[in-house]
C-alpha cells in the first residue's frame, strides 16, 4: 500500500495553513469519484492519504480566497511501498497559486 502526502506552502516554502482564518480541504478521487476529503492540518499544512492500492488518482486542492479556487493534480501510484509528496506553492499577497512540485519516496 502506497500514501499520497499533501503540503501547501507560500513562496517563502512556510506552511499556509489557511487564508483569512479559513482552511484549505483536498480531496482525493479516482475514476471521477471522491473518495476521501481532508482538511488541511491548520498546525503544519499538510494531509495524508494513507494506505492506498496501486492505480491513479486526482488530488484536488480547493479554497474559496485563492486563484485558482480549485486545482487537479493527476498522480499514479505504479508500485506498493510509495509515498507521493505533492506540494501546492502560494504566492500569499496576491492569493494565487505558483506551482504544484511533486515528488516519490519509498515508504519506510
Known sequence: MSDIYVMIRNQENHALTSIDGIAFI???????????????????????????????????????RVFPQEVLHNVTISTDEQVIILTFVYLEPARVLLGIQASVEKRL
Open 26 to 64: 483536498t480531496l482525493l478521487g479516482q475514476n471521477g469519484q471522491a473518495i476521501a476529503q481532508e482538511t488541511i492540518d491548520l498546525i503544519h499544512a499538510d494531509a495524508g492519504f494513507d494506505d492506498l492500492p496501486i492505480g491513479q488518482y486526482t488530488v484536488v486542492v480547493k479554497h474559496e
